[in-house]
């Protein structure tokens, strides 16, 4: 049996973990957020912005895709129009891992993986726009050419200044 990628393997064999994380993922988009063990969800998040990416894309291909793992075409219908809709703006960290009290009856670290519903924050939009006034203010810097003579003579300028004075008070 070849091992996983990353980390343990959750599940007896390798086809058991892919069902099992795609039951959690359609549960995910079908609630909005799920409870499940730390190491669980973290195998989740990967898988769920990858389908969520896809469902951003929107087209035939992608939506065939989404349907290899998620096996619910309503689940489907929803991440498409829906999930798809509220992630627009963002380019990527859709999904939310909070880690709650262990579990009771084994002390297993639980977790709480959510699809991230805020829209984007103002502070990452003005970051944004200055990032593109910058670039915009480079170009035009290394269109407009300074010319060097200018500020050569308005260096020696002083210079001659200084020699005149001292010439006169000799």
């Known amino acids: ?10 599940a007896s064999s390798p086809a058991h973990e892919r069902l099992m994380l795609a039951n959690m993922a359609t549960s995910l988009f079908e609630h909005g957020r799920i409870t499940t063990t730390l190491p669980k969800a973290k195998r989740l998040r990967p898988l ?3 389908l969520i990416t896809f469902a951003k894309r929107g087209d035939l291909h ?5 349907m290899r793992v998620i096996r619910n075409k309503s689940v489907v219908h929803t991440l498409f ?4 809709e509220l992630m627009e703006q ?7 891992i909070t880690k709650i009290a262990s579990r009771h009856g084994d002390n297993a670290p639980m977790a709480v993986i959510e699809l991230v519903t805020e829209p984007v924050s103002a502070k ?7 990032e593109a006034a910058t670039k915009v203010a480079d170009e035009k810097a290394e269109e407009a050419p300074v010319e060097e003579t200018k500020v050569e003579e308005a260096t020696e300028a002083p210079a001659e200044a200084a020699e005149a004075a001292e010439e006169k008070a000799e």
């Open 62 to 66: 992608s939506r065939r895709r989404v």
């Open 90 to 96: 963002r380019e990527g960290g859709y999904t939310r």
């Open 81 to 84: 129009t829906q999930i798809a």
């Open 48 to 50: 769920a912005e990858r």
């Open 1 to 10: 049996m070849p091992t996983p990628k990353k980390g343990p393997r959750l």
């Open 124 to 130: 990452q939009a003005v970051v944004k726009e200055a």
